[in-house]
T-cell receptor, first 112, second 119 residues
């Protein structure tokens, strides 16, 4: 079974500093990995995905993620965080039935 | 981009009553939709896969007679919570995949969610 793990419940950074949200994955075949963001009482917004190709994936709102096969990681990054980036972030992996399995989520707080 | 809507955005109902939640893909067709449940500050838990023209498939532990799913058209799936109880209070989110051609799913588009409170 496919799964992802987000080892940090919370990440706190100052505005303007780099932001990293960690995700590791476990898959039996090719990994199809995704990052989503959720604001309070809202659905999920797609940020980026890795299907194949370049290990560095660029997404929405200045986010990017680096696929690392040897470390089975897919960490989300943003060079300079904004207060408006404060939200709940989910890493997800797609399985063979097109279902998504989500990590537990990481709450990001960016302080002014 | 693709848009998925849900209706209602929030609903309060009394114990024992039923409530229907609609999920619509507004600008694309979706033969498959997914229903999730989310508790406060927790992850999304997949409840079931809604299939247009056929029965939904439920995840282990989800009561199919309690959570009725109907995928009536290529743009509409409904989730009916029957005989609701306070423990059914939750945030329900649907999603629809876009780009199933060739066996690759490019991404899922999520609805804004429905907050259900059972009193």
């Amino acid at each position: 079974a496919q799964s992802v793990a987000q080892p940090e419940d919370q990440v706190n950074v100052a505005e303007g500093n780099p932001l990293t949200v960690k995700c590791t994955y476990s898959v039996s075949g090719n990994p199809y990995l995704f990052w989503y963001v959720q604001y309070p009482n809202r659905g999920l917004q797609f940020l980026l995905k890795y299907i194949t190709g370049d290990n560095l994936v660029k997404g929405s709102y200045g986010f990017e993620a680096e696929f690392n096969k040897s470390q089975t990681s897919f960490h989300l990054k943003k060079p300079s965080a904004l207060v408006s980036d404060s939200a709940l972030y989910f890493c997800a992996v797609r399985d063979d039935d097109y279902k998504l399995s989500f990590g537990a989520g990481t709450t990001v707080t960016v302080r002014a | 981009g693709a848009v998925v809507s849900q209706h209602p955005s929030w609903v309060i109902c009394k114990s024992g009553t039923s409530v229907k939640i609609e999920c619509r893909s507004l600008d694309f067709q979706a033969t498959t939709m997914f229903w999730y449940r989310q508790f406060p500050k927790q992850s999304l838990m997949l409840m079931a896969t809604s299939n247009e023209g056929s029965k939904a498939t439920y995840e282990q532990g989800v009561e199919k007679d309690k959570f009725l799913i109907n995928h009536a058209s290529l743009t509409l799936s409904t989730l009916t919570v029957t005989s609701a109880h306070p423990e059914d209070s939750s945030f329900y989110i649907c999603s629809a995949p876009l780009g199933l051609a060739g066996g690759l799913i490019y991404e899922q588009y999520f609805g804004p969610g429905t907050r259900l409170t059972v009193t």
